[in-house]
Protein backbone atom coordinates (compact mmCIF):
# COMPACT_ATOMS: atom_id res chain seq x y z
CA UNK A 1 0.00 0.00 0.00
CA UNK A 2 1.80 3.08 -0.72
CA UNK A 3 1.11 6.17 2.12
CA UNK A 4 1.14 10.01 1.41
CA UNK A 5 3.18 11.23 4.72
CA UNK A 6 1.21 13.77 6.23
CA UNK A 7 3.97 15.67 7.73
CA UNK A 8 7.36 15.51 5.73
CA UNK A 9 9.98 17.59 7.64
CA UNK A 10 13.50 19.13 5.75
CA UNK A 11 16.00 20.47 8.06
CA UNK A 12 16.20 23.85 6.59
CA UNK A 13 12.53 24.44 7.55
CA UNK A 14 12.87 22.78 10.30
CA UNK A 15 16.17 24.81 11.62
CA UNK A 16 14.07 28.05 10.87
CA UNK A 17 10.97 27.03 12.79
CA UNK A 18 13.25 26.12 16.06
CA UNK A 19 14.09 29.86 15.85
CA UNK A 20 10.82 30.46 16.72
CA UNK A 21 10.14 28.03 19.12
CA UNK A 22 7.20 26.37 18.11
CA UNK A 23 5.99 23.25 19.71
CA UNK A 24 4.21 20.80 17.74
CA UNK A 25 1.64 18.96 19.04
CA UNK A 26 0.16 18.10 16.06
CA UNK A 27 1.95 17.46 12.38
CA UNK A 28 1.51 20.62 9.33
CA UNK A 29 -0.69 19.30 6.49
CA UNK A 30 -0.12 20.67 2.94
CA UNK A 31 -3.54 21.66 1.06
CA UNK A 32 -4.22 22.80 -2.09
CA UNK A 33 -4.15 26.38 -2.46
CA UNK A 34 -3.86 27.09 1.31
CA UNK A 35 -1.30 26.53 3.77
CA UNK A 36 -2.13 26.70 8.26
CA UNK A 37 0.32 26.56 10.15
CA UNK A 38 -0.77 25.07 14.08
CA UNK A 39 0.37 24.94 16.91
CA UNK A 40 -0.53 24.09 20.00
CA UNK A 41 0.51 26.46 22.89
CA UNK A 42 1.29 25.50 26.66
CA UNK A 43 1.35 28.67 28.94
CA UNK A 44 4.58 29.00 31.06
CA UNK A 45 4.65 28.82 34.14
CA UNK A 46 1.26 27.21 34.85
CA UNK A 47 0.83 25.33 37.85
CA UNK A 48 1.14 21.59 37.76
CA UNK A 49 -1.80 20.31 38.52
CA UNK A 50 -3.96 22.70 36.91
CA UNK A 51 -5.97 22.24 33.55
CA UNK A 52 -3.56 22.98 30.62
CA UNK A 53 -4.43 26.28 28.57
CA UNK A 54 -4.24 25.23 25.11
CA UNK A 55 -4.41 27.78 22.63
CA UNK A 56 -4.83 27.41 18.56
CA UNK A 57 -2.61 29.72 16.97
CA UNK A 58 -2.87 29.63 12.78
CA UNK A 59 -1.22 31.50 9.95
CA UNK A 60 -3.08 30.99 6.67
CA UNK A 61 -0.50 32.15 3.57
CA UNK A 62 -1.69 34.55 0.81
CA UNK A 63 -4.09 32.85 -1.74
CA UNK A 64 -4.32 33.13 -5.40
CA UNK A 65 -6.80 36.05 -6.47
CA UNK A 66 -10.92 34.33 -7.26
CA UNK A 67 -13.09 35.86 -9.53
CA UNK A 68 -15.49 37.86 -8.03
CA UNK A 69 -19.03 37.21 -8.28
CA UNK A 70 -22.11 36.22 -6.95
CA UNK A 71 -22.34 31.98 -5.64
CA UNK A 72 -22.32 29.65 -8.20
CA UNK A 73 -24.14 26.68 -6.12
CA UNK A 74 -20.92 25.16 -5.85
CA UNK A 75 -21.13 21.85 -3.40
CA UNK A 76 -18.99 21.40 -0.69
CA UNK A 77 -18.89 18.90 2.73
CA UNK A 78 -19.23 20.12 6.16
CA UNK A 79 -18.97 17.95 9.28
CA UNK A 80 -19.93 18.22 12.84
CA UNK A 81 -19.46 16.46 15.98
CA UNK A 82 -22.67 15.46 17.56
CA UNK A 83 -23.47 16.86 21.32
CA UNK A 84 -25.58 15.33 23.58
CA UNK A 85 -29.06 16.16 23.80
CA UNK A 86 -28.49 16.96 19.55
CA UNK A 87 -32.03 15.74 17.68
CA UNK A 88 -31.29 15.96 14.10
CA UNK A 89 -32.76 19.15 13.09
CA UNK A 90 -30.35 21.10 15.04
CA UNK A 91 -27.33 19.00 13.62
CA UNK A 92 -28.40 19.69 10.50
CA UNK A 93 -29.45 23.40 11.45
CA UNK A 94 -25.27 23.93 12.72
CA UNK A 95 -24.36 22.75 9.80
CA UNK A 96 -25.41 25.20 7.49
CA UNK A 97 -28.79 22.96 6.25
CA UNK A 98 -31.83 24.89 5.45
CA UNK A 99 -34.85 24.60 7.88
CA UNK A 100 -37.74 23.13 5.23
CA UNK A 101 -34.33 21.43 3.68
CA UNK A 102 -33.89 19.22 6.90
CA UNK A 103 -37.37 18.74 7.40
CA UNK A 104 -38.06 17.30 4.30
CA UNK A 105 -35.26 15.00 4.69
CA UNK A 106 -36.00 14.31 8.23
CA UNK A 107 -40.04 13.33 7.33
CA UNK A 108 -39.58 11.65 3.48
CA UNK A 109 -36.24 9.78 3.78
CA UNK A 110 -36.71 6.41 5.73
CA UNK A 111 -32.68 6.42 5.61
CA UNK A 112 -32.61 9.54 8.31
CA UNK A 113 -33.47 7.00 11.07
CA UNK A 114 -29.75 5.94 10.97
CA UNK A 115 -28.55 9.57 11.70
CA UNK A 116 -31.52 8.90 14.80
CA UNK A 117 -28.71 6.01 16.18
CA UNK A 118 -25.22 8.03 16.05
CA UNK A 119 -23.85 9.38 19.37
CA UNK A 120 -22.90 11.65 21.25
CA UNK A 121 -19.11 12.49 19.70
CA UNK A 122 -19.62 10.84 16.69
CA UNK A 123 -19.31 13.13 13.35
CA UNK A 124 -21.63 13.93 10.86
CA UNK A 125 -20.86 15.10 7.29
CA UNK A 126 -22.98 16.30 4.95
CA UNK A 127 -22.95 17.97 1.46
CA UNK A 128 -24.47 21.09 0.89
CA UNK A 129 -24.53 24.02 -1.16
CA UNK A 130 -24.62 27.85 -0.12
CA UNK A 131 -28.45 28.06 -0.34
CA UNK A 132 -28.62 25.41 2.40
CA UNK A 133 -29.45 22.60 -0.16
CA UNK A 134 -28.45 18.72 1.33
CA UNK A 135 -27.12 16.35 -1.44
CA UNK A 136 -25.48 13.92 0.85
CA UNK A 137 -24.38 12.47 3.96
CA UNK A 138 -21.83 10.14 5.51
CA UNK A 139 -20.98 9.04 9.00
CA UNK A 140 -19.26 5.77 10.81
CA UNK A 141 -22.13 3.86 12.17
CA UNK A 142 -21.27 0.51 14.90
CA UNK A 143 -23.26 -2.20 13.70
CA UNK A 144 -24.48 -4.77 16.27
CA UNK A 145 -21.30 -6.85 16.07
CA UNK A 146 -19.23 -3.53 17.31
CA UNK A 147 -17.69 -3.19 14.07
CA UNK A 148 -18.06 0.01 12.27
CA UNK A 149 -19.38 0.91 8.82
CA UNK A 150 -19.35 3.47 6.48
CA UNK A 151 -22.69 5.02 5.78
CA UNK A 152 -22.84 6.87 2.94
CA UNK A 153 -26.41 8.67 2.12
CA UNK A 154 -26.73 10.07 -1.68
CA UNK A 155 -29.81 12.50 -2.92
CA UNK A 156 -30.70 10.64 -6.27
CA UNK A 157 -33.47 12.78 -7.47
CA UNK A 158 -36.35 13.30 -5.32
CA UNK A 159 -34.96 9.97 -3.51
CA UNK A 160 -32.45 9.52 -0.90
CA UNK A 161 -30.17 6.17 -1.14
CA UNK A 162 -27.92 4.46 0.95
CA UNK A 163 -24.49 3.97 -0.90
CA UNK A 164 -23.48 0.45 -1.67
CA UNK A 165 -20.14 0.85 -3.26
CA UNK A 166 -17.05 1.30 -1.55
CA UNK A 167 -15.67 4.94 -1.28
CA UNK A 168 -12.39 5.48 -2.38
CA UNK A 169 -9.95 6.36 0.96
CA UNK A 170 -6.49 7.07 1.61
CA UNK A 171 -3.78 6.47 3.77
CA UNK A 172 -1.70 9.00 5.68
CA UNK A 173 0.83 9.01 8.50
CA UNK A 174 -0.18 11.42 11.46
CA UNK A 175 2.29 12.72 13.91
CA UNK A 176 2.02 13.34 17.79
CA UNK A 177 4.51 15.11 20.05
CA UNK A 178 3.40 14.80 23.83
CA UNK A 179 4.69 15.80 27.20
CA UNK A 180 2.58 14.80 29.65
CA UNK A 181 1.57 17.00 32.45
CA UNK A 182 -0.45 15.19 34.71
CA UNK A 183 -1.09 11.91 33.20
CA UNK A 184 -0.59 10.14 30.51
CA UNK A 185 -3.50 9.46 29.48
CA UNK A 186 -5.11 13.23 29.99
CA UNK A 187 -1.93 13.85 27.94
CA UNK A 188 -2.74 12.13 25.25
CA UNK A 189 -6.74 13.19 25.00
CA UNK A 190 -5.69 16.26 25.05
CA UNK A 191 -3.40 16.20 21.94
CA UNK A 192 -6.03 14.75 19.86
CA UNK A 193 -4.71 11.43 20.26
CA UNK A 194 -7.42 8.87 19.23
CA UNK A 195 -8.10 6.09 21.78
CA UNK A 196 -7.85 3.24 19.58
CA UNK A 197 -4.33 4.58 19.05
CA UNK A 198 -3.51 5.48 22.98
CA UNK A 199 -5.01 1.16 23.29
CA UNK A 200 -2.09 0.39 20.95
CA UNK A 201 0.59 2.69 22.31
CA UNK A 202 -0.18 0.72 26.12
CA UNK A 203 -0.01 -2.69 24.63
CA UNK A 204 3.21 -2.05 22.58
CA UNK A 205 5.40 -0.95 25.42
CA UNK A 206 3.90 -3.66 27.99
CA UNK A 207 6.51 -6.08 28.97
CA UNK A 208 9.45 -3.30 28.74
CA UNK A 209 7.50 -0.68 31.00
CA UNK A 210 4.16 0.40 32.80
CA UNK A 211 2.94 3.49 30.81
CA UNK A 212 0.57 4.15 33.02
CA UNK A 213 3.27 4.83 35.73
CA UNK A 214 5.07 7.74 33.21
CA UNK A 215 5.50 11.26 35.48
CA UNK A 216 5.03 15.07 34.84
CA UNK A 217 7.98 15.62 32.04
CA UNK A 218 7.98 12.11 30.19
CA UNK A 219 7.10 12.20 26.73
CA UNK A 220 5.73 10.17 24.21
CA UNK A 221 6.07 10.84 20.41
CA UNK A 222 3.76 8.79 18.04
CA UNK A 223 3.90 8.10 14.11
CA UNK A 224 0.58 6.21 13.19
CA UNK A 225 -1.71 6.04 10.01
CA UNK A 226 -5.22 7.48 9.58
CA UNK A 227 -7.56 6.40 7.02
CA UNK A 228 -8.94 9.67 5.66
CA UNK A 229 -12.22 9.60 3.68
CA UNK A 230 -12.39 12.67 0.73
CA UNK A 231 -10.34 14.37 2.73
CA UNK A 232 -11.52 13.31 6.80
CA UNK A 233 -10.57 11.19 8.55
CA UNK A 234 -12.61 8.29 9.46
CA UNK A 235 -10.28 5.93 11.34
CA UNK A 236 -7.26 4.91 12.39
CA UNK A 237 -4.50 1.87 11.84
CA UNK A 238 -1.47 0.70 13.55
CA UNK A 239 1.36 2.71 15.52
CA UNK A 240 3.91 2.68 12.80
CA UNK A 241 6.92 3.98 15.39
CA UNK A 242 6.81 5.13 18.73
CA UNK A 243 8.73 6.61 21.24
CA UNK A 244 8.67 6.76 25.26
CA UNK A 245 10.84 9.50 26.99
CA UNK A 246 10.93 8.97 31.03
CA UNK A 247 14.07 8.96 33.59
CA UNK A 248 16.65 9.49 30.79
CA UNK A 249 15.79 6.62 29.00
CA UNK A 250 14.30 6.08 25.74
CA UNK A 251 12.38 3.32 24.02
CA UNK A 252 11.27 2.83 20.96
CA UNK A 253 9.02 0.50 18.96
CA UNK A 254 8.76 0.18 14.77
CA UNK A 255 6.42 -1.65 13.53
CA UNK A 256 7.26 -4.16 10.24
CA UNK A 257 4.91 -6.14 8.37
CA UNK A 258 5.10 -9.73 7.76
CA UNK A 259 3.13 -10.07 5.14
CA UNK A 260 -0.27 -8.16 3.53
CA UNK A 261 -2.08 -8.97 6.96
CA UNK A 262 0.16 -9.09 9.55
CA UNK A 263 2.65 -7.33 11.29
CA UNK A 264 4.22 -6.68 14.81
CA UNK A 265 6.47 -4.27 16.84
CA UNK A 266 10.60 -4.62 17.03
CA UNK A 267 13.02 -1.90 19.02
CA UNK A 268 15.54 -0.33 16.50
CA UNK A 269 17.89 -3.14 16.31
CA UNK A 270 14.97 -5.87 15.02
CA UNK A 271 14.17 -7.42 18.12
CA UNK A 272 10.81 -8.50 19.01
CA UNK A 273 9.43 -6.27 22.05
CA UNK A 274 6.60 -9.01 23.01
CA UNK A 275 6.75 -12.61 23.53
CA UNK A 276 2.62 -13.47 22.76
CA UNK A 277 0.66 -16.08 23.64
CA UNK A 278 2.19 -19.57 23.25
CA UNK A 279 -0.37 -20.61 21.15
CA UNK A 280 -1.92 -19.86 17.32
CA UNK A 281 -5.65 -20.70 17.52
CA UNK A 282 -5.14 -23.21 14.41
CA UNK A 283 -2.82 -24.90 13.14
CA UNK A 284 -1.06 -24.42 10.04
CA UNK A 285 -3.33 -21.80 8.93
CA UNK A 286 -2.46 -18.83 7.32
CA UNK A 287 -4.32 -15.18 7.95
CA UNK A 288 -6.39 -14.58 5.33
CA UNK A 289 -7.82 -10.82 6.00
CA UNK A 290 -5.81 -9.04 8.80
CA UNK A 291 -6.82 -6.16 11.24
CA UNK A 292 -8.28 -2.61 9.86
CA UNK A 293 -10.64 -1.25 7.42
CA UNK A 294 -11.91 -3.55 4.81
CA UNK A 295 -14.34 -3.64 2.22
CA UNK A 296 -17.00 -6.13 3.19
CA UNK A 297 -17.80 -8.96 1.12
CA UNK A 298 -20.77 -9.89 2.33
CA UNK A 299 -22.66 -6.30 2.98
CA UNK A 300 -20.68 -4.30 0.07
CA UNK A 301 -19.80 -1.71 2.39
CA UNK A 302 -16.13 -0.51 3.95
CA UNK A 303 -15.90 -1.88 7.58
CA UNK A 304 -13.62 -1.74 10.42
CA UNK A 305 -12.26 -5.33 10.59
CA UNK A 306 -11.45 -5.39 14.35
CA UNK A 307 -9.50 -9.27 14.35
CA UNK A 308 -8.03 -11.32 12.03
CA UNK A 309 -9.52 -14.46 9.80
CA UNK A 310 -7.96 -17.89 9.32
CA UNK A 311 -8.07 -19.64 6.26
CA UNK A 312 -9.17 -23.22 7.40
CA UNK A 313 -11.55 -25.99 6.65
CA UNK A 314 -14.43 -27.00 8.23
CA UNK A 315 -13.95 -28.73 11.01
CA UNK A 316 -10.96 -28.27 12.14
CA UNK A 317 -9.74 -27.77 15.67
CA UNK A 318 -10.08 -23.93 17.40
CA UNK A 319 -7.34 -23.76 20.28
CA UNK A 320 -7.45 -21.45 22.94
CA UNK A 321 -4.61 -19.07 23.14
CA UNK A 322 -3.58 -18.94 26.41
CA UNK A 323 -4.97 -19.99 29.72
CA UNK A 324 -8.31 -17.99 31.16
CA UNK A 325 -11.86 -18.68 31.54
CA UNK A 326 -14.91 -18.70 29.31
CA UNK A 327 -16.91 -15.93 29.36
CA UNK A 328 -19.33 -16.01 26.47
CA UNK A 329 -19.83 -19.56 24.94
CA UNK A 330 -23.26 -18.46 22.87
CA UNK A 331 -24.45 -18.05 19.05
CA UNK A 332 -25.01 -14.63 18.12
CA UNK A 333 -26.15 -13.23 14.58
CA UNK A 334 -23.26 -11.54 13.35
CA UNK A 335 -20.83 -13.69 15.07
CA UNK A 336 -22.53 -16.83 14.42
CA UNK A 337 -21.09 -19.51 17.22
CA UNK A 338 -18.89 -17.63 19.42
CA UNK A 339 -16.16 -17.88 22.21
CA UNK A 340 -15.22 -15.50 24.34
CA UNK A 341 -12.39 -16.19 26.57
CA UNK A 342 -11.50 -13.78 29.63
CA UNK A 343 -7.13 -14.12 30.18
CA UNK A 344 -6.86 -11.03 33.11
CA UNK A 345 -8.66 -8.20 33.98
CA UNK A 346 -7.98 -6.43 31.00
CA UNK A 347 -6.96 -8.97 28.22
CA UNK A 348 -9.69 -11.11 26.38
CA UNK A 349 -10.11 -13.17 22.90
CA UNK A 350 -12.80 -13.94 20.55
CA UNK A 351 -13.14 -17.29 18.50
CA UNK A 352 -15.90 -16.93 15.92
CA UNK A 353 -18.23 -18.87 12.80
CA UNK A 354 -17.60 -21.60 14.50
CA UNK A 355 -19.25 -25.39 13.15
CA UNK A 356 -19.65 -26.33 17.01
CA UNK A 357 -18.40 -25.93 20.61
CA UNK A 358 -15.97 -28.31 22.15
CA UNK A 359 -18.57 -30.75 24.34
CA UNK A 360 -18.86 -30.01 28.14
CA UNK A 361 -17.75 -26.17 27.44
CA UNK A 362 -19.93 -23.64 29.53
CA UNK A 363 -19.77 -20.06 30.51
CA UNK A 364 -17.13 -19.96 33.49
CA UNK A 365 -15.01 -23.18 32.52
CA UNK A 366 -11.23 -23.08 33.09
CA UNK A 367 -9.55 -23.16 29.82
CA UNK A 368 -5.17 -24.20 29.38
CA UNK A 369 -3.40 -22.33 26.77
CA UNK A 370 -3.81 -25.08 23.48
CA UNK A 371 -7.01 -26.69 24.61
CA UNK A 372 -9.78 -27.28 22.23
CA UNK A 373 -13.15 -25.04 22.30
CA UNK A 374 -14.42 -25.37 19.26
CA UNK A 375 -14.26 -25.95 15.38
CA UNK A 376 -13.77 -23.92 12.47
CA UNK A 377 -17.33 -23.36 10.53
CA UNK A 378 -19.69 -21.15 8.62
CA UNK A 379 -22.05 -19.70 10.86
CA UNK A 380 -23.15 -16.20 11.17
CA UNK A 381 -22.19 -13.01 9.12
CA UNK A 382 -19.42 -15.37 6.99
CA UNK A 383 -18.77 -15.89 2.74
CA UNK A 384 -17.13 -19.59 4.17
CA UNK A 385 -15.58 -21.77 6.60
CA UNK A 386 -12.75 -19.49 8.67
CA UNK A 387 -11.92 -18.70 11.79
CA UNK A 388 -12.67 -14.74 13.04
CA UNK A 389 -10.27 -14.10 16.11
CA UNK A 390 -10.67 -10.77 18.38
CA UNK A 391 -8.00 -9.50 20.93
CA UNK A 392 -9.18 -6.92 22.86
CA UNK A 393 -7.54 -4.62 25.76
CA UNK A 394 -10.08 -2.92 28.32
CA UNK A 395 -12.84 -3.95 26.08
CA UNK A 396 -10.89 -1.63 22.56
CA UNK A 397 -10.23 -4.03 20.21
CA UNK A 398 -6.62 -4.05 18.78
CA UNK A 399 -4.85 -6.45 16.63
CA UNK A 400 -4.49 -9.56 17.58
CA UNK A 401 -1.15 -9.81 14.78
CA UNK A 402 0.87 -7.41 17.32
CA UNK A 403 -0.23 -7.62 20.52
CA UNK A 404 -1.44 -10.87 21.23
CA UNK A 405 -0.09 -13.82 19.20
CA UNK A 406 3.65 -15.52 18.92
CA UNK A 407 5.59 -13.45 17.22
CA UNK A 408 8.02 -14.60 14.70
CA UNK A 409 11.85 -13.83 14.23
CA UNK A 410 13.14 -11.49 11.20
CA UNK A 411 14.79 -13.37 8.61
CA UNK A 412 17.78 -11.72 6.42
CA UNK A 413 15.85 -10.17 3.60
CA UNK A 414 13.19 -9.38 6.49
CA UNK A 415 15.90 -7.53 8.86
CA UNK A 416 17.05 -5.59 5.65
CA UNK A 417 13.40 -4.47 4.83
CA UNK A 418 13.10 -3.65 8.22
CA UNK A 419 16.37 -1.74 8.50
CA UNK A 420 15.37 0.37 6.06
CA UNK A 421 12.02 1.47 7.07
CA UNK A 422 13.09 1.80 10.58
CA UNK A 423 15.24 4.49 10.13
CA UNK A 424 13.39 6.14 8.18
CA UNK A 425 10.56 6.47 10.80
CA UNK A 426 13.39 6.70 13.55
CA UNK A 427 14.38 10.07 11.41
CA UNK A 428 10.47 11.49 12.11
CA UNK A 429 10.81 10.60 15.76
CA UNK A 430 14.35 12.39 16.41
CA UNK A 431 12.62 15.18 14.45
CA UNK A 432 10.16 15.09 16.99
CA UNK A 433 12.15 14.73 19.69
CA UNK A 434 14.32 17.73 19.32
CA UNK A 435 11.54 20.20 18.97
CA UNK A 436 10.68 21.79 22.93
CA UNK A 437 7.29 21.26 23.85
CA UNK A 438 6.88 23.13 27.03
CA UNK A 439 6.28 26.48 25.40
CA UNK A 440 4.94 27.01 21.86
CA UNK A 441 4.70 31.18 20.72
CA UNK A 442 4.82 33.36 17.52
CA UNK A 443 7.17 35.55 17.84
Not at 401 to 428: C, D, E, H, M
Amino acid sequence: MNYQTLLQFRQQGLQRLMKHRFSWLIGVATLPFLGVLTAVAVAPGAAQQAPLEVREVSQSLALPALPGGESDGSRYWREERIQRGDTIARLLNRLGVGSDEANRFIHTAPVSRDVLKLRAGATLSVQINDQGELFGLRFLNDDENGEKVLVVIEKQGDQWQASAEPPRTEVIQAVRSVEIRTSLSGALAQAGVPVEVRTQLGEIFSDQLDTTRLQPGDRVNLVYETLLYKGSPIANGNVLAAEVQSGGKIWQAFYFAHDSESGAYYDAAGQSLRKGFSNQPVSNARISSGFGMRFHPVLRSLRMHEGIDYAAGSGTPIMATSDGVIDTIASQSGYGNVVIIKHNAKLSTLYAHMSRFEPKLTRGSKVSAGQVIGYVGSTGRSTGPHLHMEVRVNGQAVDPSTNALPVPGLSTQQRLAFRQQSVKLAANLKLLREIPVSVAQLE
